[in-house]
């Protein structure tokens, strides 16, 4: 796992060694710290509730859902009614993914606990089965609340223009493309994704594109 900034510079050693073209791109951005979220049911909840709305109206929902739900918990979750849901501020799909995530794990179909010790594509796969959860969501959780190495949200647009830009490509790689293009950095994709990110951030002069504009774009 990668959880501190040695860890992430030494998963970025190994990168750079196993992939020279990305060394210019680690010293334009300097030292890199790893994106952290809380791991657990919190902190997936927060990711989902970041999706398709924007940065301050996600921390308002989030605010009042982690206040009205004092820790928030899939059994809490599951004995809620839609309305203690509505006045937090979920709408009917998220209400919908809430109820779905905390029905997986309380059943164990999503063992949240042991998904930092699979492979990244099998705790992916575990991830999108449960319905409101995305191959961007799935990757965001591993990536920052897990620390997971070896996690790469191909379909994120800050990663594709920071390739584009980077590589200098004529345009965006495709998610497709993208996921062919990243093999050559396993199992070290995850510290690809958070290099790629923090040379966006240089290269446009602004953090990356806030949480849930990729699953509205049609990539989550």
Known sequence: MIRTEE??????????????????????????APRRRPPGFPGLCAIMIGQQVSTASAAAIWTRFSSRFDPPTPEAILAASEEDLRACGFSAPKIRAAKAIAEAIASGA???????DMPADEA?????????IGP??????????????????AGDLALQEAARLGFG?????????????AERWRPWRGAAATLLWAYYKVARGRDVIPPGDQDRLGVG
């Open 7 to 32: 860890e992430l510079s030494a998963a970025l050693d190994a990168l750079v060694a196993r992939d020279p073209a990305l060394a210019p791109l680690r010293a334009a951005v300097g030292p890199v």
């Open 169 to 181: 490509l004529d345009a965006r790689p495709s998610p497709k493309a993208f996921t062919t293009l």
């Open 136 to 153: 961007w969501t799935a990757d965001v959780y591993l990536l920052f609340c897990l620390g997971h190495p070896d996690a790469f949200p």
């Open 110 to 116: 999503l063992p949240l606990d042991a998904l930092g």
């Open 124 to 132: 992916h796969a575990l991830l999108c089965a449960v319905k409101g």
